[in-house]
């Protein structure tokens, strides 16, 4: 009988692996499989065990889903959980290049911390709950950054667009915080600070001068933030 052609595999996926290649092997061994997981464990398994789905992820996925409604909280009733979505979707635009948003994620360059991405508890225990669906893992304040302990919150999809690359970031006396942010700290209009950086104002001169007040002389700063009745 002629032998299966297992690079046909390669790029194939099989529940939660991805065939990265065929593994070299000596005459009367079985065919072996370089998968990748979705956690993004690179593992060797025997190539008719990925094909015929007795083999769907690596060992340490597997006892993870076996004590995740114990351990982790990542099911209820049945169902996985937003936290637990965000961590899959989070490795898998980082490091599965069939994603549709690997390019933006991985694809450049930016990576999962790699104790989150070996495991669901590590991730939890840093991040906690996902608040509500109406929040998603942020880098933040390093947009570019990683996403690793120090570099992610949870956020609304208003608080990430102001994270996103276009947002003008303005950092003051040790703050950092885009233009919108600083304007509701301070309870004046965005579209004033916008237009004094538009017209060459330094940043602290433009936050934190009052309405109505002439931009300051060279070498003045303003103290505090004032709003003028």
């Not at 005459?27 to 499989?33: D, I, S, T, W």
Request: net charge positive; proline share 7%.
């Amino acid at each position: 009988m002629r032998p299966r052609d297992w690079s046909a595999l390669v790029g194939r996926r099989f529940a939660a692996w991805t065939v990265l290649g065929v593994e070299p092997r000596s005459k009367g061994e079985p065919a072996r499989l370089s998968c990748r997981c979705d956690c993004g464990a690179v593992v060797v398994v025997d190539a008719s065990n990925v094909a015929n789905g007795v083999s769907k992820r690596c060992v340490a996925c597997g006892a993870m889903a076996k004590s995740r409604p114990l351990t982790h909280g990542a099911t209820v009733g049945g169902t996985t959980t937003p936290t637990w979505e965000s961590w899959r979707g989070m490795n898998e635009r980082c490091e599965n290049p069939n994603h549709r948003g690997f390019k933006r994620y991985g694809g450049r360059g930016i990576r999962v911390a790699p104790r989150w991405r070996a495991s669901f508890g590590a991730f939890l225990a840093d991040m906690g709950e996902r608040p509500s669906r109406s929040h998603s893992i942020d880098r933040f304040p390093n947009r570019d950054g990683n996403y690793e302990p120090g570099n992610c919150r949870w956020a609304t999809m208003k608080e990430q667009n102001r994270n996103r690359s276009s947002s003008r970031m303005i950092t003051i006396d040790g703050q950092t915080r885009c233009v919108e942010e600083w304007a509701e700290h301070l309870g004046v209009r965005a579209g004033m600070i916008h237009d004094r950086l538009g017209t060459g104002w330094p940043d602290r001169d433009a936050v934190m001068t009052p309405r109505g007040s002439r931009r300051p002389s060279a070498g003045d700063q303003p103290s505090r933030p004032g709003v003028s009745p």
